[in-house]
């Protein structure tokens, strides 16, 4: 079909089907949320389970800092909203030093980290930075 073209008339098709693929690549980028602007900022919820019902916490996430230990009644719950790229993170302690201890943080409704231990091991982490 293409034999009886002249070189040009086949270089032009030959370009049209590159930009013709081109324009396709574009649109299925565009389709698939690259031109959006990405929220800048995430619900993030802290959770510590002790079944000694009382932990030792310290928190920081952005502007909250629990930074010296604090008791607290277990389950322990607290949801902010922090800024994508923000380090978070919680440790917890079992001063009864009895039974299972986990902290655990959720982005969006969805599980990121979790950690647990058993006693006699009293202390547990969960950090990262919010994607």
Do not use: H
């Not at 959006?36 to 002790?50: C, G, L």
């Not at 010296?68 to 030093?97: D, M």
């Amino acid at each position: 079909m293409f034999s009886r073209l002249s070189s040009g008339s086949r270089t032009a098709v030959q370009l049209g089907f590159v930009v013709l693929v081109c324009a396709i690549a574009l649109g299925l980028v565009l389709w698939m949320g690259a031109g959006k602007p990405a929220n800048k900022s995430r619900n993030v919820t802290f959770r510590v389970d002790a079944s000694g019902g009382v932990a030792f916490i310290t928190l920081e996430a952005g502007t909250v800092k629990i930074p010296k230990l604090t008791t607290v009644t277990a389950p322990w719950i607290k949801t902010i909203q922090v800024n994508r790229g923000t380090t978070v993170f919680l440790t917890a302690s079992n001063p009864t030093q009895t039974g299972k201890l986990t902290c655990s943080i959720t982005l969006d409704t969805e599980a990121w980290k979790n950690e647990s231990t058993d006693a006699p091991k009293d202390g547990v982490a969960c950090a990262g930075i919010v994607p």
